[in-house]
């Protein structure tokens, strides 16, 4: 969390040890340390992750749109000898026609 990683360089700025900011902040003085160092390399974009929980995007949303015509679409249409999709078809299809 932001005022987590915020609060760690303040404490570490007033002169706080790692250890105690650690148990203020109720994790390890590593964390701690890699924080304030960030922040020192960084500066205040070191505050915010970059990570956000969640997986990466793969597809933009052109992609995803033209993914989901194609998944509507008859496989024949795309002169492919299949008379339905699959779960797996439209995906080797898709990857292929990258």
């Given at each position: 969390?932001?005022?987590r990683?915020?609060?760690?360089?303040?404490l570490?700025?007033q002169?706080?040890a790692f250890d105690?900011?650690a148990?203020?902040?109720?994790?390890?003085?590593d964390?701690?340390?890699?924080?304030?160092?960030?922040?020192d390399?960084?500066g205040?974009?070191?505050?915010?992750?970059?990570?956000?929980g969640r997986?990466?995007?793969t597809f933009?949303l052109?992609e995803?749109?033209?993914?989901?015509?194609?998944?509507?679409?008859k496989?024949?249409?795309?002169?492919?000898?299949?008379?339905?999709w699959s779960l797996v078809k439209p995906?080797?299809?898709?990857?292929?026609a990258?």
């Open positions: 969390m932001i005022w990683r915020a609060r760690m360089v303040l570490s700025a002169g706080v105690n900011i148990t203020v902040t109720f994790t390890s003085p964390r701690v340390r890699d924080v304030v160092h960030n922040f390399g960084d205040f974009d070191a505050v915010y992750p970059e990570y956000r997986r990466p995007k933009t052109l995803r749109g033209e993914s989901k015509k194609i998944a509507k679409s496989p024949a249409g795309h002169s492919l000898p299949l008379s339905t995906a080797g299809f898709l990857v292929d990258r």
